[in-house]
Nanobody, 121 residues
Framework: QLQLVESGGGLVQPGGSLRLSCAASGSPLEDFAIAWFRQAPGTERERVLC????????TYSDSVKGRFAISRDNAKNTVNLQMNSLTPEDTGVYYCAVEKYYYCSGYVTYWGRGTQVTVSS
């Protein structure tokens, strides 16, 4: 059974950076696209970025373009989310998700439990 564990969240000041990691156990990630979602209080879960099995990334949220980057290390079975120039609007719970295919389809098959990111002074 595949399990995903996110880490790296926390409290950061506006303008700061965080690097989130998603570690998988139970199954290799290399054949699947992986996405990061986030959910702010009172809002729907939002798909932020996705990376295909081959390493091609796609950004789905205009608000993070140029600030967030997704990467993967198949040898370590991890996917990372580098977040720079954070603003309070980036506050929320961040989830990693395994998608069904090798390309980014939006069809999620596994979710992590999430990690809280709070951007505040």
């Amino acid at each position: 059974q595949l399990q995903l564990v996110e880490s790296g969240g926390g409290l950061v000041q506006p303008g700061g950076s965080l690097r989130l990691s998603c570690a998988a156990s139970g199954s290799p990630l290399e054949d699947f696209a992986i996405a990061w979602f986030r959910q702010a209080p009172g809002t729907e879960r939002e798909r932020v970025l996705c990376i295909s099995s081959g390493g091609r990334s796609t950004t789905y949220s205009d608000s993070v373009k140029g600030r967030f980057a997704i990467s993967r290390d198949n040898a370590k079975n991890t996917v990372n989310l580098q977040m720079n120039s954070l603003t309070p609007e980036d506050t929320g719970v961040y989830y990693c998700a395994v998608e069904k295919y090798y390309y980014c389809s939006g069809y999620v098959t596994y979710w992590g439990r999430g990690t809280q990111v709070t951007v505040s002074s």
